[in-house]
């Protein structure tokens, strides 16, 4: 697609549910970020994915947090047992440059609120 | 891990004066420096980038400086305009360039 694509735009779920966020990155782009960015803080890493290499989980805050991406395209960011400490907004980012962290293009966002 | 620190959090200018950000970072095997805008309720914008063989760089109303000795970089805005006011980002990737490691954004407001 033209941009990368996240879904949904805004999820409000009860505390202790699961939540699934998906992100469409740009058609061609080889590395998917995701990144957390809580109310008026900064962007904080959680994963990364180059091609077919093993992800990079370092960001993810607890195990409680996973992602996966299939066929090298869409990625899913699950969160089990949600908390209230989860609301933020979950930003994806794709890009076609490989190993510079150049080139990033970011989505609009899921904005999360547990309550 | 890269760390990088920015400095100030928030920033308010008058329209037509300067803005100057400033960020440091750890990591002096580190090559590329972005910044990003992100006005209110959007996504982050990549505006400027530099990378460790230049020392500055310019475009129209932006410029960004980039101390390697020092492990520092900023952003100057030079007559600023009410669409300027919104978030700034810097970030560096560190030695493993695979991914980006931000500051925690300067919130800039210019005063008309």
């Known amino acids: 697609g033209a941009g990368v694509s996240q879904s949904p735009s805004n999820k409000v779920t009860e505390k202790g549910k699961d939540v699934e966020l998906r992100c469409d990155p740009i058609?061609?782009?080889?590395?998917l970020y995701w990144y957390r960015q809580s109310l008026g803080q900064g962007l904080e890493f959680l994963i990364y994915f180059q091609g077919n290499s093993a992800p990079d989980k370092s960001g993810l805050p607890s195990d409680r947090f996973s992602a996966e991406r299939t066929g090298g395209s869409v990625s899913t960011l699950t969160i089990q047992r949600t908390q209230q400490e989860d609301s933020a907004v979950y930003l994806c980012?794709?890009?076609?440059?490989?190993?510079?962290?150049?080139?990033?293009?970011f989505g609009s966002g899921t904005r999360l609120t547990v309550v | 891990g890269e760390n990088v620190e920015q400095h100030p959090s928030t920033l308010s200018v008058q329209e037509g004066d300067s803005a100057v950000i400033k960020c440091t970072y750890s990591d002096s095997a580190s090559n590329y420096f972005p910044w990003y805008k992100q006005e209110l309720g959007k996504r982050p914008q990549l505006i400027i980038d530099i990378r460790s063989n230049v020392g500055e760089k310019k475009d129209q109303r932006i410029a960004v400086t980039l101390n390697k000795t020092a492990k520092h970089f900023s952003l100057h805005i030079t007559e600023t305009q009410p669409e300027d006011s919104a978030v700034y980002f810097c970030?560096?990737?560190?030695?493993?360039?695979?991914?980006?490691?931000f500051g925690g954004g300067t919130r800039v407001l210019v005063k008309p």
């Open positions: 058609s061609g782009h080889t590395a």
């Open positions: 980012a794709s890009s076609g440059v490989v190993g510079t962290g150049a080139g990033y293009t």
């Open positions: 970030a560096s990737p560190g030695a493993a360039g695979n991914k980006l490691t």
